[in-house]
């Protein structure tokens, strides 16, 4: 056909456009479009040119990972699609969102990082500056530590939840930048100093102190996320980055580090982001993720089609190092079998879990544990009742479950072994 | 030289004393020095904390180790020297012992003026009906994060200035003076019976405040390991 009279549509405004089932707008899923597409013979593409080279790629039109947004506003979050994903780095379209007032809009060339406190010599850099420093590049996860918080309550546990509006606060990206410890020395510690206050340019000046130990251990100073510059709502053009650390420590848009001798307690590290425990008091600087792992399939809303051969798989990772082991359970926690890890194992970072599993279509609930290099076991909720009391609402990493019933569906399960 | 993951935690836990530093990471790398009779090399400390930046997992490949090459200088020289005023310009936070206070004070009655014009929409008429952060009650919290608030849960009043100062009111922050931030604060902790309806707020007053909090707080106690679960 001339080429100027070929369709000039995507494959499923076609479907849409030749298929009177779907006159109406009804595709809605990917399995419709295949069905569909196997009925009405789709062009043939070994027989019709394809589409040309571009400045920009895109994903393909029936793929639509998105993030989930509950609710729209200055102070939200939005949740990582983690049943989408394959491996363990996330696109950083879908990376997860928390931010406290917004995203600020910052320009690159004038964006300033400005260094004091405890410090021999209190300094201005550009971005331009940070550039020229010895660069780094570690693959990290990043997690919210609100993440999970909807499975905590025996009184309120969800059935009909997915992994994404569950687990979704959590992220692995590739990220670049300067070490820490690089600026650090540039600007000369003084004796004494033992914590960092760091500041971001949002309007909500996000402020969070971190132990000097730590950003001297392993922090980056990130401008580099997946190969690109980091998006505006990773904090764009520069971040701080805590390996292992709750995802809050990780001060976007970073403006600021003061080198002091004690934190400042910020309303992020006093009214937020601490626990209060069942005898009382509130645990504080309680910055380090432990262990845990989420199987995100098989999981809700997925529907198992028929018994036989599937593949358990998920996704473990520690703050603590990395992950040793991880357990599956397909017998609601009887019996545990150890998961297949896929290497490589990093440091801080996610790994993925695969177990294969011969379902015998009866009722069976499904789960995983991870353990990490200090022999840290992820524990069972009831593990975390009993010591921390039930009004937590921060690290909350405990086992998950999912509950296969025999009809293939799948929900979330925990509620059926406490 | 990488350090046991379980030095993350032993860092929080060792800095109960928030005043009484110990800085593992670089304590480490000083012990190590003297034992290799490198002092020169490790005078400072921190230089050998910088080597330490590296990970297993990233250092197979020889020439390829994050930390500093051997032969990288001192100092590169990269950025400007920050003059006083500079650091001044953006040094606004405030600590619990006054540190970063301004001059200037408010009293209860001011705040409550400041509160009716740039608090009441999001707090309500009197801290309690939201429909953001409940900032007045008396009693226990519960397992309900909008249930901790200044009364019962926050642990210095230094951090209302910190936080007020830099992020209130949402939609325009910055916008009040030094005045009206310690004139608010006054009203907040009167309407949660801290102070007296006569009190004033300033870089002297507002330190002393002792929140009902303050003794609850203690530092994260997880080490990770194969101890009990914490």
């Keep these: 056909m001339p080429r100027d009279e ?11 456009t030749t298929s009177g089932v779907i006159a109406a707008g009804l ?15 789709p062009i043939d593409p070994t027989k019709v040119p394809g589409r040309l080279v571009s400045e920009l790629g895109s994903r393909a039109p029936a793929e639509e990972p998105k993030r989930l947004v509950r609710a729209e506003a200055l102070s939200s979050s939005s949740r990582t699609p983690l049943a989408d994903l394959m491996g363990t780095i996330t696109p950083a379209d879908l990376h997860f969102e928390r931010h406290h007032a917004g995203i600020p809009d910052i320009q690159y060339e004038d964006h300033e990082l400005l260094v004091h406190g405890m410090v021999e010599r209190p300094t ?24 999970g918080g909807g499975v905590y309550n025996r009184d309120r546990m969800p059935t009909e939840v997915t992994v994404q509006a569950l687990d979704g606060l959590l992220s692995t990206s590739e990220w670049t930048g300067v070490a820490v410890s690089t600026i650090l020395r540039e600007v000369g510690v003084r004796p004494g100093a033992s914590w960092i206050l760091a500041e971001g340019r949002d309007s909500a000046v996000m402020s ?17 996320q997946n190969g690109e510059r980091i ?10 980055f805590n390996p292992g650390y709750e995802g809050n420590t990780s001060v976007k848009w970073l403006r600021r580090i003061e080198v002091t001798d004690r934190p400042t307690h910020t309303r992020d590290e006093t009214s937020k982001y601490t626990d209060p425990l069942g005898d009382g008091t509130v645990r ?18 997925y529907v198992l089609p028929e018994a036989g051969w599937w593949e358990v798989r998920g996704l473990a990772w520690s703050g603590r190092g990395r992950i040793t082991r991880v357990e599956v359970s397909t017998d609601g926690g009887r019996s545990w079998v150890d998961a297949a890890l896929q290497g490589p194992i990093l440091d801080k970072s996610t790994v993925r879990f695969r177990h294969l599993f011969d379902w015998n279509g009866r009722d069976t609930l499904i789960l995983s544990r991870a353990t990490d290099e200090t022999g840290y076991v992820q524990p069972t909720v009831e593990q975390l009742w009993e010591a921390r009391g039930t009004r937590t609402s921060y690290h909350q990493n405990h086992q998950r479950a999912w509950k296969i019933a025999r009809t293939g569906e799948v929900t979330f399960g925990l509620g059926e072994l406490v | 030289m990488r350090l046991p993951a379980t030095d993350v935690g032993l860092v929080s836990a060792v800095s109960r004393e928030w005043g009484s530093p110990l800085r593992t990471a670089a304590r480490r790398a000083a012990g190590l ?13 921190h230089r050998g904390a910088t080597g330490g930046a590296m990970a297993p997992d990233e250092v197979a490949v020889a020439g390829t ?13 990269f950025g400007t020297e920050a003059s006083d005023a500079r650091v001044a310009l953006w040094d606004i936070d405030v600590r619990p012992d006054g540190q970063g206070l301004p001059p200037g004070r408010g009293s209860v009655a001011q705040g409550r003026d400041v509160f009716n014009i740039h608090c009441v929409a999001c707090h309500g008429p009197t801290g309690t009906e939201g429909p953001n952060d409940r900032l007045v009650d008396s009693e226990q919290w519960d397992a309900v994060p909008s249930t901790r608030t200044v009364g019962n849960y926050w642990p210095y009043a230094t951090t209302l200035y910190d936080y007020i100062r830099k992020a209130m009111p949402q939609l325009t922050p910055g916008i009040l003076s030094d005045d009206q931030v310690y004139a608010v604060i006054a009203y907040i902790l009167w309407m949660n019976e801290i102070v007296s309806e006569d009190a004033v707020m300033d870089a002297e007053t507002l330190p002393a405040v002792i929140m009902p909090a303050r003794d609850k707080f203690v530092v994260d106690d997880r080490i990770g390991g194969t101890g009990p679960i914490r």
């Design chain 2, 33 to 45: 020095c003297l034992v290799a009779g490198l002092l020169a090399a490790c005078s400072d400390g």
């Design chain 1, 124 to 147: 201005v850099f550009r971005m331009s500056d940070l550039m020229r420093y010895p660069q780094v590049s570690r693959i990290r996860f990043l997690e919210c530590s609100g993440n």
């Design chain 2, 65 to 77: 180790a994050e930390g500093l090459p051997a032969h990288a200088p001192d100092r590169f020289g």
């Design chain 1, 6 to 16: 070929r369709p000039k549509l995507s494959r499923r405004a076609w479907i849409t």
């Design chain 1, 208 to 224: 969070r102190s971190v132990p000097l130990d730590k950003v001297m251990e392993d922090s980056i100073l990130a401008y580099g």
């Design chain 1, 231 to 240: 998006r505006p709502e990773q904090g764009y053009p520069l971040r701080l």
């Design chain 1, 284 to 301: 504080q600087f309680s910055l380090v993720m432990d262990a845990k792992s989420v199987i995100t399939f098989p999981s809700y809303p």
């Design chain 1, 27 to 41: 595709v809605k899923t990917q399995a419709d479009a295949i069905h569909l597409g196997a009925q009405e013979a």
